[in-house]
């Protein structure tokens, strides 16, 4: 698989695709629809006939599992946990750089000058009290260090201003923010380019905390085992994905502002009052032939975004862990009701005294756990980080507030937390819950288990006790 259309059809082979025919509004039906059909677990969507527009539109594309495997090429029952060990085992391996090719579909429609007009695409508008239309949500902008020459692929969303112009919300610090101070240094302008559609793998690396200098299309290699193909734009020199399906190219002046949001957020709460951001001068746009625009429904949880970040965050969190080299970590969890953000779980096999408490103080200092994470819980290895039930027993029976928790003043915040003062999300802070029975304990409670010789004695007399299904014991 290396392009969204591959992707759509693997969907459905699946029965995880349903085609929509009659004409849907892009003004809140189209969102509105795809809403209620997640919200109801329905399949990935196509509206093959948005009103006013011959380009159709993708939504829902990873609100169940299944389709997450689907993407990564794994087996459709594995659990979002399941995925992200998958994805941890393969991306600390060895990354696959891209190769680089002289020609792919998405050089077969160039649009350039005068011509280019953002509305020629069915860009969705979500929700009621949104700023405008949103034409990048399912999107990546790729960006290149003018120093070293890394590249960067980095999801931050994008309202349409004009024909012409998107914004791009790039929070502080993030990747693509810390590049283009670069060419505020220099006096420049920014090259970018936005990527709508394609390879899914690609979207989903690009919304990932990868670390500072790592460039993404050499993690996706990775993950598929096979090199991204990229073309070196004639245009901006960017390495663009060669099967994307649509692609804005042009850049980004790091001192010129237009208004940017609201935007109903995938918390379930709108982000702030309209502030002023950097945008996008589109300048050429590239698309195949009969390109499908993708889209992301957010707003209240569970979403796309819960989804995707449930799963990728895990991953990166999990990854970070294993390349620190920490004994005893069995798994890791960031759910997506924690809007795939908010809260981690780990499962440790203790080692030695304080062996819990290490692995939930190293998780807040991850690339993944530094940032906007507010709680950790570390739980024992009879337990799966997964497994909510449990792990709320192991709270009730192996935690107590006083001695197992550490709370950590000051730790990096996002803009788009809504439990914090709209003018002050900066700065949370952090709970680290260590849900461990002490190692260091000489008298540790007794747990109860059941006795091996009467479960082989019930398994072997288990027809007489006709209960009409086969011992799991
Ligand atoms: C659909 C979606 C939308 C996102 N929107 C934004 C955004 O508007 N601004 C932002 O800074 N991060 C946003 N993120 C999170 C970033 O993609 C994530 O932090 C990623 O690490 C950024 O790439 P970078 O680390 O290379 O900067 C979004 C994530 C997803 C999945
Ligand atoms: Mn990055």
Not at 13 to 29: A, C, F, P, R, Y
Not at 197 to 209: A, E, H, R, T
Request: proline share 7%; aromatic share 8%.
């Amino acid at each position: 698989m290396n392009d969204l259309r591959s992707f759509i059809r693997e969907c459905e082979k699946h029965g995880q695709l349903k085609t929509i025919s009659s004409v849907v509004d892009w003004n809140m039906e189209l969102s509105h629809i795809a809403k209620v059909n997640e919200e109801a677990g329905g399949s990935a969507l196509l509206f093959e006939n948005v009103q006013g527009y011959s380009i159709p539109v993708l939504t829902s594309a990873f609100t169940t599992p299944s389709r997450m495997a689907i993407a990564l090429g794994q087996p459709p029952h594995y659990s979002m946990a399941r995925l992200a060990k998958e994805w941890m085992l393969l991306a600390t391996k060895k990354l696959v750089p891209p190769t680089i090719v002289r020609d792919g579909p998405i050089m077969e429609n160039i649009v350039s000058g005068d011509d280019v007009n953002l509305y020629d695409f069915p860009v969705p508008f979500f929700n009621a009290l949104d700023g405008g239309r949103f034409i990048g949500t399912a999107v990546y902008l790729i960006t290149k260090d003018p120093d070293s020459g890394w590249v960067n692929l980095g999801t931050y969303r994008m309202q349409v201003h004009d024909g012409k112009r998107c914004g791009v919300q790039m929070i502080k610090g993030k990747h693509g923010d810390l590049i283009l101070r670069k060419y505020q240094q220099r006096k420049e302008k920014m090259p970018a380019a936005a990527v709508i559609g394609g390879d899914p793998l690609l979207f989903l690396v690009g919304s990932s905390m990868i670390p500072f200098q790592v460039n993404e299309y050499d993690v996706v290699g990775a993950l598929r085992g096979k090199a991204v193909e990229v073309l070196e734009s004639d245009f901006s020199g960017l390495h663009l994905p060669s099967h994307a399906e649509i692609v804005l190219e042009g850049e980004i002046d790091p001192d010129d502002f237009i208004n940017e949001g609201p935007f109903g957020e995938y918390t379930g709460y709108y982000s702030g009052e309209p502030t002023p951001k950097v945008f996008l001068n589109v300048k050429r746009i590239l698309h195949r032939n009969n390109p499908i625009f993708w889209a992301c429904v957010v707003g209240r949880p569970i979403n796309d975004v819960c989804m995707i970040q449930s799963l990728n965050r895990t991953a990166s969190l999990w990854s970070d862990l294993e390349a620190m080299k920490i004994p005893g970590v069995k798994s890791v969890y960031i759910p997506a009701s924690s809007s795939g953000r908010f809260w981690a779980v780990v499962s440790v096999q203790q080692l030695y005294p304080g062996h819990s408490m290490q692995v939930g103080t190293a998780v807040i200092s991850t690339t993944t756990g530094s940032y906007g994470l507010k709680g950790v819980i570390i739980v024992e290895d009879d337990i799966a980080a997964d497994d909510w039930e449990q792990v709320l027993w192991s709270l009730s029976v192996r935690y107590d507030p006083l001695r197992s928790t550490q709370i950590i003043n000051r730790g990096r915040s996002t803009s788009l937390d809504p439990s914090l003062p709209i003018d002050s999300r900066q700065i949370v802070s952090r709970i680290i819950m260590d849900a461990c029975t002490p190692f260091e304990w000489k008298h540790k409670p007794m747990p109860v288990l059941l006795d091996p010789d009467t479960l082989e004695r019930i398994r072997n007399r288990w027809d007489d006790l006709q209960l009409g299904y086969e011992p799991k014991f």
